[in-house]
């Protein structure tokens, strides 16, 4: 049977978590990038023996710690998230091995075997947000799907979240009665007639 992908997504409040990043060059850059091109104000510290110039001004416009030390246990401390990102192949391995003791979710770069989860393509428009993932088998696919739907997906889509959010608000009756009347006024949308769901 084809293999198709079992990951279940969610969308964590970044804020409200407390993330390690270890290692600061490009690998660590990019994990830093995409986490604060999605989430701004997401609570994240970032632990290296050398960083970029580019990470270091990234955590400094986001007001985030970096820390510039070798990578010890203790610093999981506290910890919901790690994300290892050293060119220290055994560093890497041994960071996911201390986060597995500790319970603590990790994403060991270059290593998907070694990843409790996979940081996805993100498509953002306004409170809409889409998350891609390959099932870590082609994050250029990933990629050109982010920028694909980039294109695709209406800037004003958020127009129509908040006004459907308004009028939600606005509907009497028990929760049938509001389902019936959203999915009825927002029939037309269908470009065809498929399943309810
Ligand atoms: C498993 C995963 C781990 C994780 O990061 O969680 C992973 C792993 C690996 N990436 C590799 C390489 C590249 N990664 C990118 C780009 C992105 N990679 C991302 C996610 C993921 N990458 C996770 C799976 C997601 C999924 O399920 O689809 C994106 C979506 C999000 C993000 O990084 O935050 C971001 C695009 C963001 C955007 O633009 O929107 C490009 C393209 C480019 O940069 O142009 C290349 C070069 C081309 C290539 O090699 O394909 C390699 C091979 C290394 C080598 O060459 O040895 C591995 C390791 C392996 O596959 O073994
Ligand atoms: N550069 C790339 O585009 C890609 C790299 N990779 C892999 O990802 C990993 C990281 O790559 P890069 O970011 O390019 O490496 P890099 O050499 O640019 O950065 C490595 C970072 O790890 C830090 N580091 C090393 N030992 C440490 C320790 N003991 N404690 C704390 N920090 C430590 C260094 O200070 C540096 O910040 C490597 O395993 C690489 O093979 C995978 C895919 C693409």
Request: proline share 3%; aromatic share 6%.
């Amino acid at each position: 049977m084809e293999e198709r992908n079992e990951l279940y997504p969610v969308f964590l409040k970044v804020n409200k978590l407390n993330i390690l990043i270890v290692g600061g060059g490009n690998v660590g850059h990019e994990k830093l990038h995409f986490l604060l091109k999605s989430s701004p104000n997401a609570n994240v510290e970032v632990v290296a023996k050398e960083f970029l110039p580019e990470t270091e001004s990234l955590a400094k416009k986001h007001g985030l710690k970096i820390t510039k030390s070798r990578y010890k246990k203790k610093q999981l401390k506290k910890r919901h998230v790690v994300i290892a990102a050293t060119n220290d192949e055994k560093l890497n391995k041994r960071i996911y091995t201390h986060a597995k003791k500790r319970f603590l979710l990790a994403n060991i770069a270059d290593t998907p075997h070694l990843c409790d989860f996979y940081m996805g393509g993100i498509v953002n428009k306004g409170h809409v947000k889409i998350a891609i993932s390959t099932n870590g088998k082609s994050p250029t696919t990933a990629k050109r799907l982010r920028q694909f739907f980039e294109e695709v997906i209406p800037e004003n889509i958020n127009q129509m979240v908040e006004n459907l959010n308004e009028y939600r608000s606005t509907i009497k009756g028990d929760f049938d009665e509001k389902v019936n009347q959203m999915n009825k006024i927002t029939e037309s949308l269908k470009a065809k007639k498929v399943s309810n769901d």
